[in-house]
C-alpha cells in the first residue's frame, strides 16, 4: 500500500448519488475524500435523458456525465480515481482500500450504484472476453455502425440501447423471452417507429458461439431451436446493487440498516431503489445534509466553535 489518508468523509462512487453529496459537503466546509473508477457512472449508457428537470431538450448521458467532472472539479472536491477493492469497520472509523491507497474515515458514503445481471449460459464469458457481448453501451457505441446487433431484454433499458444504436445504419434486434416489455411508452413508440429496429417476441438464448468474427445466438423460439447470426451482442436483462467489497459485517448492516450509523447508501446501490438520477441526486442531498448538521453539532458542543455556514 503506496498511500494512506485520513479524512472526515469518505464517498466510494462518482455518479450522480456521490455527486451530489461531495459538493453539499465541501461547500459546507468539511473535509471529504471521493473515490471512484471514474467519474460519471451508469448515466454514460443514456440515449437521451429527459426525465431531469433543467434539461427542456433533454441531455444526453455522457454530456451529462461530463457535466459532473467539471461541477466536481470547480468545486474543488478531492477525487481518487482508483477501485475500491475492500471496505471494513474499525473500532470507530471506516478502511477503504484500493490496490494503492488506504482511506480511514469517520463517516462512509457508498454510492455504488448497480452492476448489470448476466444470462450465466454456455459461451457468455467468452464472447464478452471476446468483445463480441457487451453489457453497457459506452464499451461498445465506437464501433458498432453498420452492424447487426441483437439486444437482449424488454425492459427501459434495452429499449434505450436500440434507440442509441439506431443512427448509425445498424439492424438492430430486441430480442424478448416474453411478448411482453416493460419499458416507458415512449421509449416503444420511438421502436416502433424506428425502421432499422426489430423486436423479436418469445425467444429464449440458449447458448452464444463464436465464429468467423460473428456471434451465433442459439435460440429456443415457441418450443423450435433457431439460430441467428450478429455481429454483437448487448445483454441488458437488469441490474443488480453494487456492494461486492463490503466486508461481511457491512453487509450485515447494508441489509439490516441502523438509524445512528455513520455508514449510508445512497442511489442505485440501495435495495428496491426506483433507479433515476433525481432519486439517486435527492438521497445524496439527504444524507450530506444530515451529516453536515451532525458535525457542526459536534463541533459546537465540544469546544470547536468554527462557523461553516
Ligand atoms: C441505459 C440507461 C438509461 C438510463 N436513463 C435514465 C434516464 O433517462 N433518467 C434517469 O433518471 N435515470 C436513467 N438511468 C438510471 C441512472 O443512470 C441511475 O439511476 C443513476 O446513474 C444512479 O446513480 P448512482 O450515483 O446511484 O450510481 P451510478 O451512476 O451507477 O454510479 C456508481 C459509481 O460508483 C463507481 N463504482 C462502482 N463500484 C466501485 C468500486 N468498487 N470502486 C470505486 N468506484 C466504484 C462507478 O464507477 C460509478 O462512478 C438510466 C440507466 C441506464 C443503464
Known sequence: MKNKLITKVALIGGGPACA????????SGIDITLVSKEIGGTIRNANLVENLIGYPEGVVGKNLAKSFQLQLAKAGVPIILEEVLTVEQLSNNYSIRTAE?????????VGTGSVPKKLKIEGEKEAFQN???FYEIYNVKQFSEKKDIGIIGSGDVAYD????????????????????????SILQKRVNN??????????????????????????????????MIQDLVLVAIGRKPNYDFLSEDLVYEYNNPKTDSKLNFIGDVNKNNFRQISIAMGDGMKVAM???????HEERYHGDSREIW
Not at 491507497?101 to 458514503?109: A, G, M, N, V
Not at 440501447?161 to 416507458?184: G, H
Not at 438464448?205 to 439460430?227: C, R, S, W
Open 20 to 27: 451530489t453529496a461531495a459538493i453539499q459537503l465541501i461547500r
Open 101 to 109: 491507497t488506504e482511506i480511514i474515515s469517520e463517516y462512509l458514503i
Open 131 to 133: 468483445s463480441k457481448l
Open 161 to 184: 440501447y436500440a434507440l442509441n444504436l439506431q443512427n448509425l445504419e445498424n439492424n438492430i434486434s430486441i430480442i424478448r423471452r416474453t411478448d411482453k416489455t416493460s419499458s416507458l
Open 194 to 227: 424506428a425502421d432499422n429496429i426489430i423486436v423479436l417476441n418469445n425467444h429464449v438464448i440458449k447458448k452464444f458461439e463464436l465464429k468467423d468474427d460473428k456471434i451465433i445466438l442459439d435460440i429456443e423460439e415457441d418450443g423450435k431451436l433457431v439460430t
Open 290 to 296: 444530515e451529516i453536515v448538521k451532525e458535525v457542526i
